[in-house]
T-cell receptor, first 114, second 112 residues
Framework: NAGVTQTPKFQVLKTGQSMTLQCAQDMNHEYMSWYRQDPGMGLRLIHYSVGAGITDQGEVPNGYNVSRSTTEDFPLRLLSAAPSQTSVYFC?????????????FGPGTRLTVL | DAKTTQPNSMESNEEEPVHLPCNHSTISGTDYIHWYRQLPSQGPEYVIHGLTSNVNNRMASLAIAEDRKSSTLILHRATLRDAAVYYCILRDVTLAGNDMRFGAGTRLTVKP
């Protein structure tokens, strides 16, 4: 199993550009989520999904859109990038949302918005 | 949401045991205690989790206080590869509430 994969590893955008961060998992996990991590800080939840076709907002959802058309994929879209979105983005998956499950994290995408 | 409190940083010598504390005085009966660690430039990695009883796995041990208001992650013999930020997180077993809340964690430095 590849686990949780993320592409790209690095990205530089100009203010106002759009892009999609890709996330895929091959463990047939129901639950997937996106976090951002700013320098020197812990992770903050952006959006999450409890299954295909179901998404919900996390702690910091503004400026981001998500969709979940398949169990495997959970892309994160930035519609109009802003410098405040410069961060490292992590995707995670878990068999379900329950607190008894561990989460598996991807390697991250380092995004810089100029 | 129940919150956790950890020391900002700790130091250890290589091959010695390390005890990383976590306070969670407002923990609810449906909260699992999870520990993750993050090595430099990597995504978080699951370490261990438990509900009420102490837990052991190949990476570490988790000691949970009887009243569940605190817990301790134990690395039995620290190596240089254990240098990381360690996060203590509560996860509700029910569907209510938000997902994992990461605090600042404890930065563990391991000295040779």
């Amino acid at each position: 199993n590849a686990g949780v994969t993320q592409t790209p590893k690095f990205q530089v955008l100009k203010t106002g550009q759009s892009m999609t961060l890709q996330c895929a998992q091959d463990m047939n996990h129901e639950y997937m989520s996106w976090y951002r991590q700013d320098p020197g800080m812990g992770l903050r939840l952006i959006h999450y999904s409890v299954g295909a076709g179901i998404t919900d907002q996390g702690e910091v959802p503004n400026g981001y859109n998500v969709s979940r058309s398949t169990t495997e994929d959970f892309p994160l879209r930035l519609l109009s990038a802003a410098p405040s979105q410069t961060s490292v983005y992590f995707c995670a998956s878990s068999p379900s949302r329950g607190g008894h499950n561990e989460q598996f994290f991807g390697p991250g995408t380092r995004l810089t918005v100029l | 949401d129940a919150k956790t409190t950890q020391p900002n940083s700790m130091e250890s010598n290589e091959e010695e045991p390390v005890h990383l504390p976590c306070n969670h005085s407002t923990i609810s009966g449906t909260d699992y205690i999870h520990w993750y660690r993050q090595l430099p430039s990597q995504g978080p990695e699951y370490v261990i989790h438990g509900l009420t009883s102490n837990v052991n796995n190949r990476m570490a041990s988790l000691a949970i206080a009887e009243d569940r208001k605190s817990s301790t992650l134990i690395l039995h013999r620290a190596t240089l590869r254990d240098a990381a930020v360690y996060y203590c997180i509560l996860r509700d077993v029910t569907l209510a509430g938000n997902d994992m809340r990461f605090g600042a964690g404890t930065r563990l430095t391991v000295k040779p």
